[in-house]
């Protein structure tokens, strides 16, 4: 019996698969949050799950227990996978969980499955790093793609580090191993306010998932939660001198290592330029097990 569960499928329109998991690849919780903002906020469908028992060892993430009406009921990690209907030129399909223990490989077919099920013509894994990023200026968004050209295209960076790997490196090897086009984008977080909530993460991810797609995340509605969640972090940086030093000294660098990054309108172009020149289908000797028609 497979681990990773089907509901129905809905019809979807050129999918785009995003995911993002709760851990190392999720400072502040701003990957997450800004894919749970998506479901939240478009028509959305459970359409698939993976059992949290094979990939966990629970006494590092341990379940909760909860009481209702005197009733204990134990909720576990999840992974569940969303279907989300927009009113833009594609559909998304979100995958929302926690970072596996175990089972890496195995939990990557599974990725690879939903995103040949769900249709995705295209898939990217959502994160977030402590870096040396300002709490003041905007948050950068980095990005790699293994395929020169969808990398040329989005004008991001390949992959280029060599040692060891979390889980989001196997999805994504899995993922181009199978012929999916695959990209990573990444917000930097400030190392020095790395506590969730970050709205203005959330938000800068957001921005960047809407200019990529062509699909509206309605960012601007976190734009009071940015704002105040600056202020506070404001308040807390001038209470004590040292801090206030050093993050003037950050706020220098980083005003003069700017870089231009193309506008919403060219990385849009892109992808649909790329998606046109690469329209045919990965090798289905391939294929992982298990089905890769929508039911």
């Known amino acids: 019996m497979s681990e990773l569960t089907w509901h129905t499928v809905p019809p979807l329109r050129r999918p785009?698969?995003?995911?993002?998991?709760?851990g190392l690849f999720?400072?502040?919780?701003?990957?997450?949050?800004?894919?749970?903002?998506?479901?939240?906020?478009?028509?959305a469908t459970l359409i698939a799950e993976i059992d949290a028992e094979?990939?966990?060892?629970?006494?590092?993430?341990?379940?909760?227990?909860?009481?209702?009406?005197?009733?204990?009921?134990?909720?576990?990690?999840?992974?569940?996978?969303?279907?989300?209907?927009?009113?833009?030129?594609?559909?998304?399909?979100v995958m929302i969980g926690v970072e596996p223990h175990l089972m890496w490989r195995?939990?990557?077919?599974?990725?690879?499955?939903?995103?040949?099920?769900?249709?995705?013509?295209i898939t990217a894994t959502i994160g977030a790093m402590v870096a040396l990023a300002v709490h003041s200026r905007p948050f950068p968004i980095t990005g790699s793609a293994a395929n020169p050209e969808?990398?040329?295209?989005?004008?991001?960076?390949?992959?280029?580090y060599q040692g060891p790997t979390g889980v989001v490196g196997v999805i994504n090897e899995r993922l181009d191993h199978f012929g999916l086009a695959v990209m990573s984008l990444r917000v930097s977080v400030p190392h020095y306010v790395p506590a969730p909530p970050n709205p203005k993460a959330t938000q800068a991810l957001l921005r960047r998932i809407e200019q990529t797609s062509g699909v509206p995340t309605k960012y601007e509605e976190l734009d009071s939660d940015a704002a105040e969640w600056v202020r506070r972090v404001d308040a807390a940086v001038v209470s004590d001198a040292e801090s206030q030093s050093y993050v003037s000294r950050l706020e220098s660098q980083i005003d003069s290592?700017?870089?231009?990054?193309?506008?919403?309108?060219?990385?849009?172009?892109?992808l649909e330029a790329f998606l046109r020149d690469n329209t045919e289908g990965p090798d289905d000797a391939d294929d992982p097990p298990g089905e890769s028609g929508i039911n």
């Open 150 to 160: 969808l990398a040329r295209r989005m004008n991001l960076g390949q992959p280029s």
């Open 16 to 22: 785009l698969l995003l995911m993002a998991y709760e």
């Open 26 to 43: 999720d400072a502040g919780a701003s990957a997450t949050a800004a894919l749970e903002w998506i479901r939240d906020h478009t028509d």
């Open 106 to 121: 195995s939990f990557a077919d599974h990725v690879v499955e939903v995103a040949r099920r769900s249709g995705a013509e």
């Open 54 to 93: 094979p990939f966990f060892n629970f006494q590092e993430h341990r379940p909760l227990v909860s009481l209702e009406d005197g009733k204990r009921t134990i909720t576990w990690p999840s992974t569940e996978v969303w279907a989300c209907k927009t009113d833009g030129a594609r559909d998304l399909v």
């Open 257 to 270: 290592d700017e870089e231009s990054l193309p506008s919403g309108d060219d990385l849009a172009a892109e």
